[in-house]
């Protein structure tokens, strides 16, 4: 347990809660692709979710205080989807989270430093150990797949539809990932200039093998994804020129550097919202 959960029981006389929950083999049901905006106003009352997407289990101190980035832009109707299926999935999971969904203003699409943005924001919120960065159009399959942190970062999303559910390459870090909060900082987060489609994240593959941590992927029937359609992006002409200097600005370009603006901050009933104008 996190040195917060084993403080927070002293705290309460609440047990803690299991490390994984008992009965997450159960089948899960497909995504409900027809979200309207009345389902997303009711789940959140039907689920008891703290405004701003939080909850935590009433009758145990959750061993894991996760929150879960979400870098988005445009993409609406999927964030409905994947709100109102993460949410009753996370609960099972009997987690400590908040969903953020950190969204950008204007110009090229920069989802490393959304990233950042969200990890700097969510510690403002709350000491979270533990950190999810995940895309918005990826809908895990098991419930097996525990949304918490591994002692080694996780690519929690190696076995994707789109993909065959096979990896396309080992070093490949993208999609949804899993860091400890301590482990974030010290590879100083995600790199700062990647904008545009491609790259950020075998970048902070990079910063993470640079530190001497391994990846841990859990076995391909636990890791599976289907990913929400969409069209796909055209990759940015700076992504392999970016990552081959990468290994200079570890220390020089990451949440140690980070500029941003916030616009706006909106406690939604299913998530925290973040404008930001990076
Ligand atoms: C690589 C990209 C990664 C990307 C991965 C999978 O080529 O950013 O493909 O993309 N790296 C570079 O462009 C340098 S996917 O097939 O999921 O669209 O994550």
């Known amino acids: ?69 979400i870098p988005f832009r445009n993409r609406t109707v999927q964030l409905w989807i994947f709100l109102s299926y993460m949410h009753p999935f996370l609960q099972k999971q009997m ?86 909060q301590k482990q974030f900082e010290l590879v100083n987060g995600f790199s700062n200039i990647f904008y545009g489609w491609g790259g950020e994240d075998d970048d902070f593959h990079s910063r993470v093998i640079n530190r001497g941590m391994t990846l841990c992927r859990f076995p391909p029937d636990v890791a599976r994804y289907t990913m929400l359609a969409h069209s796909k992006e055209l990759p940015s002409e700076n992504r392999f020129m970016n990552l081959k200097s990468g290994r200079d600005r570890f220390a020089t370009d990451g949440v140690n550097t980070l500029q941003y603006t916030i616009m706006k901050v909106v406690y939604y009933p299913l998530y925290t919202w973040i404008l930001v104008d990076l």
Not at 101 to 122: P, T
């Open 95 to 180: 987690l400590n989270y908040r969903i953020f969904v950190i969204e950008q203003m204007k110009g090229a699409f920069n989802r490393a430093k959304l990233f950042n943005v969200g990890y700097a924001e969510a510690l403002k919120i709350f000491p979270y150990h533990c950190f999810i960065f995940h895309d918005v159009d990826l809908i895990p399959q098991k419930l097996s797949n525990m949304y918490a942190c591994t002692r080694q970062p996780r690519h929690m999303s190696s076995s994707v539809n789109t993909f065959r559910y096979n990896l396309p390459y080992k070093e490949l870090f993208g999609g949804a990932v899993a860091i400890l």
């Open 1 to 69: 347990p996190s040195p917060r959960a084993i403080a927070v029981v002293k705290e309460s006389a609440k047990p803690l809660c299991l490390l994984i929950p008992n009965g997450l083999e159960t089948s899960l049901h497909h995504p409900n692709e027809s979200v309207t905006e009345y389902d997303i106003k009711h789940l959140a009352r039907r689920l008891n979710i703290e405004e701003g997407g939080a909850w935590q289990p009433s009758e145990c101190v959750s061993q894991h205080q996760v929150a879960i980035i």
